[in-house]
């Protein structure tokens, strides 16, 4: 495998169900993201991870729990979630604290939440 | 804070035609400019970048100026193909935080 990688790429859950989404970077970066994109609506970045500490995290519901437990694994656990939470969640890698660095995307996670 | 507008599109053009996607952005200090494209099916990829004013990003036949003047950052390619037909994303970072500051997404279809 090669660059960023994400699974489940499809997934349909209910509002009660409990489900995370995996992603891994083979790239030797050291800082991972999570994006939510959602249409008609610019990409909103949820949490950030840098030396797997968490560096931010833009006021995201509780119902999302991030868990990146090395520099190349990256998981989102996701519980009641709400039908409006359906959209697609890009996982992206950088090397460095600076947002200048390119970034490197996963091909996302499409979830539907039913 | 950081702002990032970009035309809404869609584009719907014709093989060998002139693009242009146009970008403004509004933020302190000096950011960098960048244009991220996502294919169908896959995630975002960087296209093109400039980090201070006047620089042209270029790459796959697409340029970019960065106007400070204007602050503008548009998306220019003079003769598109079939295989461009995709989602553009112009965006912008602030210096030494990790983050990106995206526009919309302009969804180009070109048309054989």
């Known amino acids: 495998e090669t660059g960023v990688t994400q699974t489940p790429r499809h997934l349909v859950m209910g509002m009660t169900n409990k489900k995370s989404l995996k992603c891994e970077q083979h790239?030797?970066?050291?800082?991972m993201y999570w994006y939510k994109q959602s249409a008609k609506k610019p990409l909103e970045l949820m949490f950030v991870?840098?030396?797997?500490?968490?560096?931010e995290n833009n006021s995201v519901p509780s119902r999302f729990s991030p868990e990146c437990p090395n520099s190349s694994h990256l998981f989102l656990h996701l519980h009641t979630l709400q039908p409006e939470d359906s959209a697609l969640y890009l996982c992206?890698?950088?090397?460095?604290?600076?947002?200048?660095?390119?970034?490197?995307f996963g091909p996302g996670t499409r979830l539907t939440v039913l | 804070g950081n702002s990032v507008t970009q035309m809404e599109g869609p584009v719907t053009l014709s093989e060998e035609a002139f693009l242009t996607i146009n970008c403004t952005y509004t933020?302190?200090?000096?950011?960098?400019l960048f244009w991220y494209v996502q294919y169908p099916g896959e995630g975002l990829q960087l296209l093109l970048k400039?980090?201070?004013?006047?620089d042209k990003g270029s790459n796959k036949g697409f340029e970019a100026t960065y106007r400070k003047e204007t602050t503008s950052f548009h998306l220019e390619k003079g003769s598109v193909q079939v295989s461009d037909s995709a989602v553009y994303f112009c965006?912008?970072?602030?210096?030494?935080?990790?983050?990106?500051?995206f526009g919309k997404g302009t969804l180009l279809t070109v048309n054989p």
């Open positions: 933020a302190t200090g000096y950011p960098s």
């Open positions: 790239l030797g970066h050291n800082a």
């Open positions: 400039a980090t201070k004013a006047d």
């Open positions: 991870y840098s030396l797997e500490e968490r560096v």
């Open positions: 965006a912008l970072s602030g210096g030494s935080n990790y983050k990106l500051t």
């Open positions: 992206a890698s950088s090397q460095g604290r600076d947002s200048r660095n390119e970034q490197f």
